[in-house]
């Protein structure tokens, strides 16, 4: 095994080197700490590779062949920009004059009058940034999930869709099936904006299964005069289980914004559920300027509707509640939950997607089926001021329950955060998160645990097991990976990693600090940060870290933050990056461990078993393809890390058109 120090990570006094070899490389440093100033082009011999967990260390490697800078400051992100780089404004965010989040630009709203410089991609960066086991279609604009449900065999994904192009904009309904939840088959499109009542287009809906086999989809339409109205859709042969056909009630709209709401502030119902009464009630959100509400109608058929005078929940100073969801979750146990049920033992789970801060918040507490009101267990984590679903790239989320294997799904929206100038050149824009499971948190009582779905596990190939793979402080391990002619090309583009962390404090002190996750991966501390350096080039010029961050508040506690450091991530200067996170409890005797899902463009990180969730989108310019690599670090000054992973290549998800001509 042999690690590497860098630059931004060792100060002159720390020997970069894991305490057991100290006698083998002390005679080394001064020649280390003259490579620093001529970093070599040649990556570093790779650390001990165990094919199988449990092996003994054969050899050890004793020659260090350099040692690369790794700087980590957002001041020198990005490369000069070639002559011939395009040169572009950025467009007005898409959406808002009709009366949704902004579809465009994210990463900088706010600044579309500011000129930028757009990064001279190729073609070949734009096709390797295409996903291969996350949900996407072939081509152009797709947001948020719609109506998912399992229905005779096969899981059903609705999403809103530009078949037209690669900004949002005609949206209309795709429409994919799948068997597992990873090998999605593409349908043709489900529901498209040729009515009055949803001229403007067929925006988000969701999907109730009725005891007696019936299916309704409410959505939201928007009319040619960008008001917001609920509509009803049925399945044309309920007994198809692709459910090609859908047939839009003639009864529509059935629900218009009422006295006293916008508009434009009128969207997105819940799956319904059944109270005590007989009535199903269905949840959508609004506003009253800045106080986010949940509004809720009973219905008996779902064409006519009976608004409650009091709102399920309101949180002062949110704004704009999108995408609401209201589900169970079982106190005790693994097991999702139908939407309708409620009880003893049981908690519900509030959920909404802030227009304002284009964060997806949830909060646990107890529902009164009687009164229909819901309060948060703790109200300083309510809806909008506390816990988020993802603390990175992510939206317009939506859970359905899954009838076949009792199990409560997660879907979430992922984003670009390049221009519009760039995704109209690739052809495609934004994609779904891997579905995870829902459960109530047992340990805390009070968090939610996601998780990908087990599914996602048929896509693993080649295994690979290290042991006790030990970090110093201030050092840099290579992971290599694959078969001995693989190591010339690095690591596969597609990753699912489970690493365990166990700390080892060396200089008998612990000082008091106030780090979170704001410094990133590079501002060293007594504790911390250490972690994984994923879609990292040989030379560490780009890299996206996933690191834990514990922090002393005090003599006898340590708060442990959870983080995604994106600022390395791209040389392009008109791609977002910045640092994701929050802090993580860490519970008894619990050891550190993550799950991270490499995927191209898309870096989803689980730490805890999904106690937080960290979803982020980046743009490598050279750490792609063969030059795509793996690391190890440790940035604290005064621990040892020690750590046991398991790393498996990714099949691809071959994602396609059903073969409708088969049928």
């Not at 190729?122 to 940034?129: E, I, L, P, V, Y």
């Not at 317009?396 to 955060?417: H, M, V």
Request: proline share 8%.
């Amino acid at each position: 095994m042999e690690t590497r120090s860098t630059a931004a990570f060792d100060p002159p006094t720390i020997n970069p080197y894991p305490l057991f070899l100290n006698p083998i490389f002390s005679f080394l440093l001064p020649l280390s700490q003259m490579a620093v100033e001529t970093p070599l082009l040649d990556p570093p011999p790779p650390a001990t590779r165990r094919q199988q967990c449990g092996l003994i260390l054969s050899s050890l490697l004793i020659f260090s062949v350099g040692l690369l800078t790794f700087s980590g400051h957002r001041s020198q992100q990005s490369p000069p920009i070639s002559p011939g780089a395009d040169h572009h404004r950025t467009p007005p965010a898409r959406g808002v004059r009709e009366g949704v989040s902004a579809k465009s630009s994210p990463g900088f709203v706010g600044e579309e009058e500011e000129e930028r410089v757009s990064y001279n991609w190729t073609n070949a960066m734009f096709t390797w940034q295409r996903t291969a086991y996350h949900f996407q279609p072939q081509r152009n604009w797709m947001n948020g999930c719609a109506g998912p449900l399992y229905h005779k065999g096969w899981y059903h994904i609705f999403y809103q869709y530009n078949p037209d192009s690669a900004v949002w904009g005609n949206i209309t309904w795709g429409h994919a099936v799948s068997r597992d939840l990873i090998h999605w088959l593409l349908l043709p499109l489900a529901l498209v904006p040729d009515r009055w009542y949803d001229v403007n287009g067929v925006w988000t809906g969701s999907a109730t299964r009725h005891p007696d086999g019936n299916i309704y989809m409410l959505y939201t339409g928007s009319t040619g005069n960008l008001t917001q109205v609920q509509n009803l859709a049925h399945p044309a042969d309920p007994s198809d289980p692709l459910l090609l056909n859908w047939v839009k009630n003639p009864a529509n709209p059935v629900l218009l914004p009422p006295p006293g709401i916008g508009p434009k502030d009128f969207r997105d119902p819940t799956t319904a559920w059944l109270g005590p009464d007989g009535l199903w009630r269905v949840a959508i959100g609004s506003r009253m300027e800045k106080l986010g509400i949940t509004l809720v109608y009973k219905t008996r058929d779902f064409l006519s509707y009976e608004l409650l005078d009091h709102y399920l929940h309101s949180v002062p100073g949110t704004g704009m509640w999108e995408c609401v969801d209201f589900f169970p979750v079982a106190v005790n146990g693994t097991k999702g939950l139908d939407t309708s049920a409620a009880g003893e033992g049981i908690k519900h789970v509030l959920k909404a997607s802030l227009d304002d801060t284009k964060l997806d918040h949830f909060a646990v507490g107890t529902y009164d089926p009687v009164e229909d009101l819901w309060t948060p267990d703790d109200p300083k984590n309510d809806v909008g001021i506390g816990l988020k679903y993802d603390y990175g790239r992510y939206y317009a989320s939506k859970t359905f329950y899954d009838q076949e294997k009792q199990r409560r799904i997660l879907w979430g929206w992922i984003n670009e955060t390049d221009t519009e100038f760039d995704d109209l050149k690739k052809g495609w824009a934004s994609l779904q998160t891997i579905p995870r499971t829902v459960v109530l948190d047992g340990r805390t009582g009070a968090d939610l645990l996601q998780w990908p779905v087990e599914e996602i596990e048929s896509l693993r190939l080649r295994s690979y097991c290290f042991e006790d793979v030990l970090v110093g402080p201030g050092s840099v391990v290579p992971l290599h990976i694959g078969s001995a002619t693989q190591l010339k090309n690095s690591i596969p583009l597609q990753l699912d990693i489970m690493a365990e962390f166990e700390v080892e404090l060396i200089s008998g002190k612990k000082t008091d600090e106030e780090n979170s996750c704001d410094g990133g991966a590079a501002e060293r501390s007594s504790l911390g940060p250490f972690g994984i350096l994923a879609l990292a080039d040989a030379s560490l010029s780009e890299l996206t870290s996933v690191f834990f961050r514990p922090v002393q508040t005090s003599a006898d506690a340590v708060t442990t933050y959870f983080c995604t450091d994106q600022t390395r991530s791209s040389l392009a200067p008109d791609v977002f990056k910045v640092v994701y996170g929050s802090s993580i409890p860490v519970v008894g005797d619990e050891k550190l461990q993550m799950r991270v899902l490499v995927d191209h463009s898309i870096v989803e990180s689980f730490g805890q078993g999904g106690r937080r969730v960290i979803s982020s989108r980046v743009y490598p310019t050279k750490a792609i393809y063969g030059d795509a690599r793996l690391f190890l670090f440790n940035n604290a000054t005064d621990v040892n890390v020690k750590v046991k992973l398991k790393i498996w290549e990714m099949n691809s998800a071959f994602i396609r058109p059903y073969p409708l001509d088969q049928l």
